[in-house]
């Protein structure tokens, strides 16, 4: 099974801060790439998805992309404790299979 | 609601016994995944089904896992004489398919404690 990779934090922010998650993954191959969010005690939830190089934004968050170095990461802007939660990075293996990292856990600080 | 359903949200069993998970999904949606989540790890991919066949089930452990899926819907993953290394949360997700293939939607998920 192909790797995907992340730092398990806890990553600490203060409020109003930008928060930087980032993820490598193995299979060069993957084609689509996804953000999760799982609160403690919650289910995962998507809030990004991305399959180009490069950036795409919605709202507050940012996901870019870059296959030539098998990196992928989220931006959160202006971070509120709200947005405290386990980030998940998923990676598609084949055509229907995604493969979840570890997660990284944020905190942000009021 | 219109979301994932799952049931039991809690199991507690004995070492050896046989439990049914059970995961209703969105109306609609063809694709249907178990996960299975342990403590402060990611989602690990059991098993895929995209109409009533399971078209990926590299991620069962072992043949004491077993899910099925007869109409295409609702599916129920099968554990027979449980050990304690299965304590869990089994996640269900489902997706509607092309061109949406990788946006999973999870139900809550069925805590599994094997004593």
């Known amino acids: 099974q192909k790797e995907v990779e992340q730092n398990s934090g806890p990553l600490s922010v203060p409020e109003g801060a930008i928060a930087s998650l980032n993820c490598t993954y193995s299979d060069r191959g993957s084609q689509s790439f996804f953000w999760y969010r799982q609160y403690s005690g919650k289910s995962p939830e998507l809030i990004m998805s991305?399959?180009?190089?490069g950036d795409k934004e919605d709202g507050r968050f940012t996901a870019q992309l870059n296959k030539a170095s098998q990196y992928v990461s989220l931006l959160i802007r202006d971070s509120q404790p709200s947005d405290s939660a386990t980030y998940l990075c998923a990676v598609n293996e084949g055509t229907y299979k995604y493969i979840f990292g570890t997660g990284t856990r944020l905190k942000v600080l009021a | 609601g219109a979301g994932v359903s799952q049931t039991p949200s809690n199991k507690v069993t004995e070492k050896g016994k046989y439990v049914e998970l059970r995961c209703d999904p969105i109306?609609?949606?063809?694709?249907l995944y178990w996960y299975r989540q342990s403590l402060g790890q990611g989602p690990e991919f059991l098993i895929y089904?995209?109409?009533?066949?399971?078209?990926?089930d590299s991620g069962l452990p072992n043949d004491r896992f077993f899910a099925v899926r007869p109409e295409g819907s609702v599916s129920t993953l099968k554990i027979q004489r449980t050990e304690r290394g299965d304590s869990a949360v089994y996640l269900c997700?489902?997706?509607?398919?092309?061109?949406?293939?990788?946006?999973?939607?999870f139900g809550e998920g069925s805590r599994l404690t094997v004593l």
């Open positions: 991305i399959y180009s190089n």
């Open positions: 997700a489902s997706s509607p398919g092309l061109p949406r293939t990788g946006e999973l939607f």
């Open positions: 109306s609609g949606h063809t694709a």
């Open positions: 089904f995209q109409g009533t066949g399971a078209a990926d």
